[in-house]
């Protein structure tokens, strides 16, 4: 799968880091993986050449800072004061991912590339994946077609695999393309499990990142691209005939594949006035209640919302919104969305216009360019600001474009 070679106590110790961070996050696992993150980061200190780039790691560490200072500061004016959710959100994400940072920095000042931080957090996510699959109950998962039982046994809810999945195959997916083609069967396998677990958001992010990748990656030659496009249309033809022709398959993801088709862009009353009773998708009719509702709150609350996680106190069904966006804006309004979302901003013009004056590295900017987007796109049906599991892969990409932002053509031989 990857080249065995000798490995580093800095490669293992952020390995293990990773896999606490993405993997043992549980309410009974998460106080003891945060002390265990904490514990790793001190001995990745302590062997440490303090060449650090200090920059970077502040640049980082500032802004999710300020995102949490806002959370904190949010319980001032809030509806109802939850200082245990901020307090949980300093312990259970702001200080593993501070010291997450730091290891970061510590490995690339080891004569590290972003590249080996990518194949750390594939290792990282095997491990994860396959702990998930140890603990989901097939046999029931299978005979009630309830997707939603894959790593049920870990007490954590499925989306958040998905999510992590989701966003490392994106990695994996250019990996596939620019790097080495052996990537492609971790990309595949995982394929099968974001499949399994029918979440509708990370079956199309997965598939669409993979399409626009490998299109990309024929470059300007237009006929070798309608080729692409030619097989691309013929197999995802082929997976949905199957998909909607199978009984298993069908009733495992088909429809709810089907009930995104039928209430895209419909209203929550739209939906129960065009769909039948007995073939609403209760999910996607409940998440559009709560988006409705938290932009609601956003329009009473603009400039600072109603404070952290204070969304759950005002809509009918006690959640939050499922949407990163609305989070933010209905609790923290539009101060802490311009907090939370600037440093995409800064990455993405960043990217942009290291494309735009064709630079050398084109591979890169575009690679972090179409991760931003396909987070973005799936941030609408997803929460990530304060979930580790979405933080570390999407810190790592933004180190990326930031480690190749300056580096001078022809320093680093292991860029394609």
Known sequence: ?????????????????????????????????????????????????????????????????????????????????????????????????????????????NNHTPFDLFNCLIVAEVFVVLRAIFYTPWMEMFQSFDSRLFASGLGRNYNDFTTQMTLVSLILSYMSFYVNKKYKR????????????????????????????????????????MKRLLIITVI??????????????????????????????????????????????????????LREEAFKQFIENPILGIGYYNFQYFNRYNLYTHNNYLELLANLGIVGFILYYCMYFSIFITALRKIMNKQDKQAIF???????SMLVVMEYAQITFFRLFALIPTIIVFRFCDYYRNIREGEDTNVL
């Open 186 to 225: 971790i990309f595949f396998i995982f394929m099968i499990f974001i499949i399994i677990t029918a979440s509708r958001k990370a079956i199309i992010i997965s598939i669409l990142g993979f399409v626009i990748f490998y299109l990309c990656s024929s470059g300007i030659n237009i006929k070798k691209l």
């Open 1 to 109: 799968m990857l080249k065995i070679k000798k490995v580093k106590l800095s490669e293992i110790v952020l390995c293990l880091i990773m896999i606490l961070g993405l993997g043992f996050r549980s309410s009974k696992e998460v106080n003891v993986s945060s002390i265990l993150i904490i514990a790793l980061t001190l001995v990745m200190i302590g062997n440490a050449n303090f060449k650090l780039n200090v920059v970077q790691a502040l640049k980082y560490i500032l802004w999710y800072s300020c995102v949490v200072l806002m959370c904190a500061f949010s319980m001032i004016w809030a509806k109802v004061n939850i200082w245990n959710y901020v307090y949980a959100l300093f312990k259970d994400t702001f200080i593993p991912l501070i010291c997450f940072i730091i290891c970061v920095e510590i490995y690339l000042s």
């Open 366 to 372: 575009k690679f972090v360019l179409i991760y931003i």
């Open 236 to 289: 995802l033809g082929l997976l949905l005939f199957v998909i909607f022709h199978n009984d298993f398959l069908y009733s495992l993801v088909g429809e709810k594949l089907l009930s995104m088709i039928q209430s895209f862009g419909l209203s929550s009353s739209e939906i129960r006035s065009t769909i039948s009773a007995s073939d609403i998708d209760h999910s996607l009719h409940g998440r559009a209640v």
